[in-house]
Each structure stands twice: as structure tokens, then as C-alpha cells.
């Protein structure tokens, strides 16, 4: 089986992706995403994100290095992007835009737009997934550690959104309009801090 199975690798590779795409951090901004949504319709929105992410971060795994080089993109250049979409998403959620049962379902399909992406497959996941790819020297049981330890955090990820109506019934209307407004503050800062961090990588890199 260790012929196979990298363990550290996997360990590795599951514990940062872990980190970086937070799980349990998702449930309140899918509760706020998804507040107008039936339970048949958010189980849905949860398996959709996830697909979405896993997409885009095997996508610039696989040929994300080549595409940026080939478009002249920057690392930095695609965290800033996602940094300012996020804060977009934010500001939404600060004002309950998200939230109004009036607002248009059919021209945004909020599993991919902003939860399979950039929410989960945000700049930092796919930078990592990049690099970990990077790191695989071409040998089978290399790419299967990667696999294996990316396929985990994706089943964290689902689990956490799958059940978030279980959380919902809990907390209640009140409860979750007070959590999706803490989920706006917090994702503005990130946001604020994935530009940040942008914004360094330009100038030293300047």
C-alpha cells in the first residue's frame, strides 16, 4: 500500500487545501447564498459547487502555469481578481442584496458564481493545487497521493454544505441573517487581504 500511497503527500496535500477552502468556514456563506433556496434545491447548489471547484482547480492544475504564461498573467494578478470579485460578494451580503426573495434566480447560478468559484476554488487553492502538481515527479503513486488527499477535502467540503440546512433549522431566521452578516464581514476581509497580499507580491516582485 505505501507503494501506492505517498501518505505524507496526501496528508500534505489535504491538510493545506483543508485550510485554504475552510469547510467549515463555507457553511455560513452557503446558508447566506443559498437563504431563498429549498432544501432539495441547496443539496443541489452544494453538489454543484463542489463539481465546479474540483473543475477549476484540476483545470490550473493541470494548465494553469502554461495558460498564464501564454495570457502574461501573474500570480498576483489572479489573487488581486479574486480578491475584488469576493468583495463584491461581500458587500452583498452586508446588505442582504443576497438575501431579497425578489431578486432575479435565473441569471446566476450562485453554485458556480461565487461558490464553486472564487469561494472555493478561490487564488489560493488553485496556487496551491499548482504548485503541489509542480512537486510531482511523474512516478503513479505521487499523482494518486495528490488525488487522494484533493478528493477528501473536496467529500470535507460537500459534507459541510450537504447538512448546512441541519444548521439553518437550528439557528433559525434571526440566527441566520446575524451570521450572514458576520460571514460579509468576514469575507471582506479576506478579500481586503487577498488584495493586500497582491499588491506585495507586485511590489517585490517589481
Do not use: C
Not at 1 to 15: G, H, K, N, Y
Not at 124 to 140: H, K, N, T, Y
Not at 168 to 179: C, N
Amino acid at each position: 500500500m505505501s507503494d501506492l500511497i505517498d501518505i505524507r503527500l496526501a496528508t500534505e496535500v489535504f491538510i493545506t487545501l483543508f485550510v485554504i477552502m475552510d469547510p467549515p468556514g463555507t457553511v455560513p456563506l452557503f446558508l447566506a447564498l443559498t437563504s431563498t433556496m429549498t432544501a432539495k434545491e441547496r443539496h443541489r447548489a452544494a453538489r454543484q459547487a463542489v463539481l465546479v471547484a474540483a473543475g477549476v482547480i484540476l483545470g490550473f492544475a493541470l494548465f494553469g502555469q502554461q495558460l498564464l504564461s501564454y495570457m502574461h498573467i501573474s500570480l498576483p494578478a489572479l489573487q488581486a481578481s479574486g480578491g475584488l470579485l469576493l468583495l463584491l460578494v461581500a458587500m452583498e451580503l452586508l446588505t442582504g442584496k443576497l438575501e431579497d426573495p425578489e431578486a432575479p434566480k435565473g441569471n446566476v447560478n450562485v453554485a458556480m458564481v461565487p461558490l464553486g468559484t472564487p469561494l472555493l476554488a478561490g487564488p489560493g487553492a488553485i496556487v496551491a493545487a499548482m504548485l503541489f502538481v509542480q512537486r510531482v515527479d511523474g512516478s503513479a503513486s505521487d499523482w494518486i497521493s495528490v488525488a487522494i488527499g484533493f478528493f477528501f477535502v473536496l467529500l470535507s467540503l460537500w459534507v459541510a454544505m450537504r447538512f448546512a440546512g441541519v444548521i439553518m433549522k437550528i439557528l433559525g431566521e434571526s440566527g441566520t441573517i446575524l451570521v450572514t452578516r458576520i460571514a460579509g464581514l468576514l469575507l471582506a476581509a479576506i478579500a481586503v487581504q487577498l488584495v493586500a497580499d497582491a499588491v506585495i507580491a507586485f511590489v517585490q516582485t517589481a
